[in-house]
């Protein structure tokens, strides 16, 4: 069973960065994909962005894309996202996500201020 935890959440103003790590323990990561989500309050999780394996294949909802990266350090078992040009639609609290074993971390919250 993979367990998974984000961090580097916080607030910041629009136009601000922020990169989140997801840390990822329990399971063989470099044989696993990863993806991040998001929800804001009052809507359903959104797919946000993924990443293969070995990272050699990466794809990105339209609403981040040329502003979020997606990436992964397989020898740290850890899965980034960081997030520039940052928008108040941003708001929301962002998961990480194991595809293979449907596995989902606890969350954390990214706040952007007009």
């Known amino acids: 069973q993979v367990q998974l935890e984000e961090s580097g959440g916080g607030l910041v103003q629009a136009g601000g960065s922020l990169r989140l790590s997801c840390a990822a323990s329990g399971g063989i990561f470099s044989i696993i994909s990863m993806d991040w989500y998001r929800q804001a309050p009052g809507k359903p999780r959104e797919f946000i962005a993924f990443?293969?394996?070995?990272?050699?294949?990466?794809n990105y909802a339209d609403s981040v894309k040329g502003r979020f990266t997606i990436s992964r350090d397989n020898a740290r078992n850890t899965v980034y996202l960081q997030m520039n040009s940052l928008k108040p639609e941003d708001t929301a609290v962002y998961y990480c996500h194991v595809v293979e074993t449907n596995n989902w971390g606890q969350g954390t919250q990214v706040t952007v201020s007009s």
């Open positions: 990443i293969s394996s070995a990272g050699s294949s990466i």
